[in-house]
């Protein structure tokens, strides 16, 4: 999985993953989100565009970032999910727990 990550301001990031958001790159990925968070970074917009699939552990790796951005004084939102990723947030309900947005510039209009 290739990650790209835009700084908006001093608070705020884009990042942009792209490939399968799978067992395989889950753990990098949130360690890359937590990391950002703890360099002050605290609100996150996820572009889920470039991803197609999403597992259970991908998805965990986007909870555990959100909690690390809450505790933060932050929040993580998703912008462009996917058919298959926005099929498996309302199934396991997460689509209540994030805020999600058609588009990166949505998401982060209030930012």
Do not use: H, W
């Not at 990925?29 to 699939?53: M, S």
């Not at 597992?55 to 909870?63: H, T």
């Not at 998703?78 to 199934?91: H, N």
């Amino acid at each position: 999985m290739e990650v790209a990550i835009d700084q908006l301001t001093d608070s705020c990031t884009v990042v942009r993953p792209s490939g399968r958001l799978d067992l395989l790159a889950a753990g990098e990925f949130k360690q890359q989100l937590v990391d950002i968070v703890a360099a002050g970074g605290n609100r996150l917009v996820v572009d889920l565009d470039g991803v197609p699939f999403i597992d259970s552990s991908g998805l965990g790796s986007l909870v555990g970032a959100l909690k690390a951005a809450r505790l933060a004084g932050g929040d993580l939102r998703l912008a462009r999910a996917g058919e298959q990723a926005a099929v498996i947030l309302k199934l396991t309900r997460l689509d209540r727990v994030f805020s999600l947005y058609s588009s990166v510039e949505e998401a982060t209009a209030d930012y």
